[in-house]
């Protein structure tokens, strides 16, 4: 009795794979190993644009910083912190500086995950200490690595209890006036933002496919990556994704160029270098 | 009897709940609601610095790709890459450039997590369009967020495996030696290490208290963090995890404080700007 559970549930767990596997990447990629509830939560990732009204329950907040806040930091600086907006008027108001994106008012909690080197500037303040070390890029670098990885325990926290949310890098389109929206010291920048919710049922999300692992993943050294008949096979992946989403059709290398073919298709953040210095990030 | 069962779930998952929220913050904290597998994976996150020699079972570093490639993607750009190194050779090697941190020698595999702009530059040369938004500092800050949350993911999805891992911020502290170490074109760099194995039984990490959750959670509008007292009190917390750990003893301010007094504190990162205009990042 007891082999044959072990066994179902061995069967059930390589079932689960392979369903993951297959949504992830429409192409066969065949692992062997263990799956577990992680695994799965990890792998089912969607982004979820429609939500429904309900409020997120009572201790949510607290559990998904918990949650945040034990991701790994570098040198335990713990540079980061968060604003959860709940109030429908600032919800407004930050997804009109975001590209009027309209889950972010849908959706009835918004994480803005701050860059925060104020916290440590104002502790070397307090021991009297020079804080030189922080007008640098690369502790711009550090900082946002570790609010991202922060950020992203979140997410992987809220979707194991049924949650849904979505990444909003436009909360980056004009940070002076995310930072005066949301009262930030200087020293501080919104990172990303995360509109977390329910997921509408009638609006459900689906996995996005992403691109052969031999694209992403090398052995040893830096190969160049995927030959041009692997892009075209993954564009076709892709359209079968808007396909079925009742999205426009677009081939994926021709969406992600455009996106990066200019200073004028980064909607207004090709100033991010003027706009942190004057937020008082030194950059150097 | 499913009664006695829902009963005893819901108390093993208070118990578990509080033990990991004690554990965290060494102060009370009280939350309601659901507890389940990964919560506890996420909570229970410590960085692992001694590892068994064991390889990783076959497998594993394409499940942590899938995981990876899982998390979301700011306009499914996907700007990063990651190397697999095992031979021990080309560990030593990349550890001395990162400081002679002997757990990159150690771990049996070492991941290399890449800001990779260079796919997409070629993927446009390819298309015959320009990819001039590639050169600002918001496409490296973009590039960042994206390689960190995958790698974020990845190491989720290790210790639902009963591994362990630490990232390596040192693989910043000299990117062009580490970019000719792993054959990088122009417009990669690593932003972030980890080194990833079997823990140690005979060296078990402990899970690392971090500030309260005033200090980094803000409602509505940022308000200025914790108070002196605060401070003080955390300092007190990690004293106690230092002194369990064997470690020195000394106060997260101060540390904290000392790692950025000032450029010579960065560890050589203070010339991360002129590096990464080497490697052909545009930071404009």
Redesign the interface.
């Known amino acids: 009795m007891t082999q044959t559970i072990a066994r179902n549930a061995r069967d059930s767990g390589d079932a689960r794979r392979a369903f993951?596997?297959a949504e992830?990447?429409r192409e066969a990629?065949d692992?062997?190993?263990?799956w577990?509830?992680?695994?799965d939560?990890?792998?089912?990732?969607r982004?979820v644009r429609a939500f429904l009204p309900d409020a997120v329950?009572?201790?949510?907040?607290?559990?998904l910083?918990?949650?945040a806040?034990?991701?790994?930091?570098?040198?335990?600086?713990?540079p980061?912190?968060?604003?959860?907006?709940?109030?429908p008027e600032?919800k407004a108001r930050l997804a009109a500086l975001a590209g009027e994106q309209k889950h972010i008012v849908q959706a009835p909690l918004f994480l803005v995950w701050?860059i925060?080197l104020?916290?440590?500037e104002?502790?070397?303040a307090?021991?009297g200490?020079?804080?030189?070390?922080?007008d640098?890029?690369?502790?711009?670098?550090?900082g946002?690595?570790d609010t991202?990885?922060a950020?992203?325990?979140a997410?992987?926290?809220l979707e194991?209890?049924g949650l849904g949310s979505?990444?909003i890098?436009g909360i980056?389109n004009k940070p002076a006036e995310v930072a005066r929206e949301?009262?930030?010291?200087p020293h501080?920048v919104a990172?990303?933002g995360l509109s977390v919710g329910f997921p509408d049922p009638d609006a459900p999300a689906s996995?996005?496919p992403?691109?052969p692992?031999n694209?992403?993943?090398?052995?040893?050294?830096?190969?160049?990556?995927?030959n041009?008949a692997a892009?075209t096979a993954y564009d076709a992946r892709?359209r079968s994704f808007q396909r079925e989403q009742g999205m426009v059709e677009r081939d994926?290398?021709?969406?992600?160029?455009?996106?990066?073919?200019?200073?004028e298709?980064?909607s207004g953040?090709?100033v991010?270098?003027e706009t942190?210095l004057g937020l008082g990030f030194g950059?150097?």
């Open positions: 993951r596997l992830r990447y990629l692992l062997p190993g263990e577990n509830e992680t695994l939560v990890l792998l089912g990732h982004s329950p009572p201790g949510t907040i607290e559990l910083v918990a949650a806040q034990s991701a790994a930091s570098s040198s335990n600086l713990q980061w912190s968060v604003v959860a907006v709940e109030q600032r701050l925060d104020h916290r440590l104002r502790i070397g307090a021991r200490t020079t804080t030189g070390g922080l640098y890029l690369e502790t711009l670098l550090l946002s690595v991202a990885i950020a992203q325990n997410v992987v926290a194991s209890l979505v990444y890098g980056r949301l009262g930030l010291p501080v990172l990303v996995v996005k992403r691109l692992q694209a992403v993943l090398f052995r040893e050294q830096y190969r160049h990556g995927p041009a892009i892709l994926w290398s021709e969406q992600a160029t455009t996106r990066i073919r200019n200073a298709a980064l953040r090709h991010m270098r942190l950059l150097k």
